[in-house]
DNA sequence: TTGAAAGCGCTAACAG
DNA sequence: CTGTTAGCGCTTTCAA
C-alpha cells in the first residue's frame, strides 16, 4: 500500500516505501527488534538516515504505552537547593532517553492539582516530587497515583521512595574535620529547631564529639535563623562569657559567614584561633568569607540523578528499595 | 461498534458507549465543537464526569498535529537568574495548557544538540531558550528549526523575539534615586566590561548624570569583577583620594554588599553619609546588608511569562515583533 | 443532530 | 526472513 505524505516530516512509512520494504520491516530494522538479513537492516538504516527519518515519539508512545517522559514537581522556585537536583536529573535522565516535564507549583495546592492532572494526561511513566525541606512535603498527594513516584529533598510518604543528603554523615565530617585540626572547644551555632536538618546536624555533631571523647556542655548548641545576623550575634554571646570556643561549626553557609565576619570584627583569627565549618557549600557565600569557607557540600546534583534513575527503574518494573536513601555529603576543604 | 477496555484508564470509546452516542459526538461535546442538542452535550459531559475521563494528550497530539508541549534550555545550573524565568515560564503556560520540557544543557553542544533533538522527536511546539547572560549565547544552533524559538535572558539571533530586562531603564531609576536623595557625587562601581550589562548600566549612569546636570569624572566607573572583595577594593581606593563620593551605584548586589562593608569598618554611615544602590535584587544579599540593599529587581519571572506567552502566540500563527523586547526593572527601596 | 469511517505515525502479533 | 493487519485513543470530514 502506498501513501501520499505531504509534510516535511518523514514519516516510517517514507522509509519503508525508499527501501522498498513494509513498515513492520522498516520499523524492526530501526528498532533492532525482530529477525531479518543484515544487508536489509543496514540498507534500511542507511536509507533512514540519508532521509532524516526521525521517529514521531508522540505516535510510539501510542501504541508501546510508554512515553519515556516524567513529571518533576518542585515547590521551589527561588531557593538555591532545587536547581541543582533539576539539573541532575535531566542529566541522568536523559541519558534514557526520558525527557522532563518541569512544573513549578509554588505552595499552591490548586496549582499543583493542575500540574499533576496535566502530566498524567500527557501520559508521563511517572513523577519526581522535589522541594526545598526534607521536613515539608509538596502541597499535593501523590500517594495514589497510577505512575510511580520518587521524593528528592521533599517531605515523604513512609513507604515511598525519597532521596536525601546524609545530614548526619555531613556533619560528622565536619566536627571530625574540626577535631583533626585540633580543635577541642568545639560549639554548634545553626538555624531553628523546627527544621529537621537542625535536629540531625545537631545530634550527629554531639555523638560525633562524644565519641571522641569531646565536652559537649548544654551550652555548645546555638540554635537561631538561617541569617548572618545570627552568626553575628552567636559570636556575640559566646564571646561576652569566659572559655571561648576554638571550632565552630555552623548549620549553613550563611551563618558561618556571620560567625566569620564577628569574629575578625573582633580581630579574632580564622583560622589560627578558631576554626569555622560551614554546611551547604554555597560557593557564593563559601568563596566570599575571608578566609574561604571550608563546608559540607550536599551533592545535589547526583542526588538528582540517581532520583532519576531509581524512577526509571520503578517505570521499568523493577524493585527499588523503600524509605529513605540518604546520600553522603563531602567535605570541602577551604581556608577557615 | 462495541470495544472492550481492559486497562484502567477511561477512554472516550467508554465515554461514548456509557452515554449511548458515538465517539464522534462525544469528541464534539468534550471539546465544544460540532452541533449537537444541548441536551446530548450536557448528557455527555455528566457521563465523562462520573467516569473520572481524562482525555489522553499523547492521542490527541497524534491528530492535531499540536502536543501543547514547548522546550526549555538552559545553560544555567546553578545561576540564580534561570530559575525564575523558568518559574514564570511554566506558570505563564500552565493556563493555556501547554507542559513545558526542562533541559539542563551546561556548555556542552553536544548534550545541547541530544536535547533538542529529543524534544523534536516528542513534537514540541516550540522552543524557549534561556541562560544566565544576555551576551552568550547557547551551544547549540535553533534559528532553522521546524518550530518557533523564543530567547529569554540569553543572546540570539538579530532577527529572533528575544526577552531581557531593561538594563538601562533599571540603572537610570538606580541613579535617579540617588540624586533625588540629594546625592551629587555618585560613583558607579560594577563588573568586568567585556558583560554587556555593564556596558549597559555604566553609559545609562553616565547619561543620567549628565542630564541631571551632574559632573561624571572619567573616574567615576570602575570596573572589576562581580564579587564582594572587588566592593571592598573600589572603595578603598576611592577613599584613599581626595573628593570622596556620597552616593554610589552598584553593577550588583554582591559588590554593593562589599561596598556596604567596607564603608562600615571605616565607620562611613550609610545611609546617612553615603546611599548605596545595588542590582538584582537577590534577596538573600540584599536583606542580609546592614543596613538592607535599596537595589534594582529585573521581575525575571514576568520575563519568563512573557516569554512563554510570546511562544504561544507564535505557535498560534499569530505574529510578534521581532527583535529584543526590553522589559522594564523596579527599584525595591529598603534602607541604603 | 448524529454517526461511520478514515486517519495521525508507529508497533506488534501473526501469517506467509 | 518479511509482510499483512489490527490497533493505540482521539479528531474530523462527510454522509445520513
Same sequence: chains 1, 2.
Avoid at 541543582?84 to 541522568?92: D, T
Avoid at 570584627?265 to 554546611?279: A, K, L, N, Q, Y
Wanted: proline share 4%; net charge negative.
Amino acid at each position: 500500500m502506498s501513501r501520499i505524505n505531504l509534510s516535511e516530516r518523514v514519516t516510517i512509512y517514507d522509509v519503508a516505501a525508499a527501501a522498498g520494504v513494509s513498515t513492520a520491516t522498516a520499523s524492526k530494522a530501526l528498532n533492532d527488534t525482530g529477525r531479518m538479513s543484515a544487508e536489509t537492516r543496514d540498507r534500511i538504516r542507511r536509507v533512514a538516515r540519508e532521509l532524516g527519518f526521525r521517529p514521531n515519539a508522540l505516535a510510539r508512545s501510542l501504541t508501546r504505552k510508554r512515553s519515556f517522559t516524567v513529571g518533576l514537581l518542585t515547590d521551589d522556585t527561588y531557593g538555591r537547593f532545587t536547581l541543582p537536583v533539576m539539573a541532575g536529573i535531566s542529566e541522568g535522565l536523559i541519558d534514557h532517553g526520558v525527557s522532563v516535564f518541569l512544573c513549578a507549583v509554588e505552595d499552591n495546592p490548586a496549582l499543583a492539582k493542575v500540574h499533576v492532572d496535566a502530566m498524567l494526561d500527557k501520559q508521563v511513566d511517572g513523577i519526581i516530587a522535589t522541594g526545598k525541606r526534607i521536613d515539608k512535603p509538596l502541597p499535593v498527594d501523590l500517594s495514589h497515583l497510577s505512575v510511580p513516584v520518587v521524593y528528592a529533598l521533599t517531605a515523604a510518604p513512609l513507604e515511598a521512595v525519597t532521596f536525601v543528603p546524609d545530614d548526619r554523615q555531613g556533619a560528622q565530617e565536619a566536627v571530625d574535620h574540626l577535631i583533626a585540626a585540633g580543635r577541642t572547644k568545639i560549639v554548634h551555632i545553626t538555624g531553628p529547631g523546627s527544621f529537621r536538618v537542625v535536629q540531625e546536624r545537631a545530634s550527629a555533631f554531639a555523638e560525633t564529639m562524644q565519641s571522641a571523647g569531646l565536652p559537649v556542655s548544654q551550652a555548645a548548641i546555638l540554635q537561631g535563623t538561617w541569617s548572618e545576623r545570627w552568626g553575628h550575634e552567636a559570636v556575640e554571646a559566646l564571646w561576652s562569657g569566659e572559655n571561648h570556643p576554638d571550632g565552630i561549626f555552623c548549620g549553613n553557609d550563611q551563618i558561618a559567614r556571620g560567625v566569620i565576619d564577628a569574629l575578625r570584627e573582633r580581630t579574632i583569627e580564622v583560622p589560627t584561633d578558631v576554626s569555622v565549618v560551614g554546611f551547604d557549600n554555597w560557593e557564593i557565600v563559601a568563596e566570599q568569607t575571608r578566609p574561604p569557607l571550608t563546608t559540607v557540600d550536599m551533592n545535589l546534583k547526583e542526588l538528582g540523578r540517581q532520583a532519576g534513575q531509581a524512577l526509571v527503574r520503578l517505570v521499568n518494573g523493577e524493585t527499588v528499595e523503600q524509605g529513605l536513601w540518604k546520600l553522603p555529603c563531602m567535605l570541602v576543604v577551604r581556608g577557615s
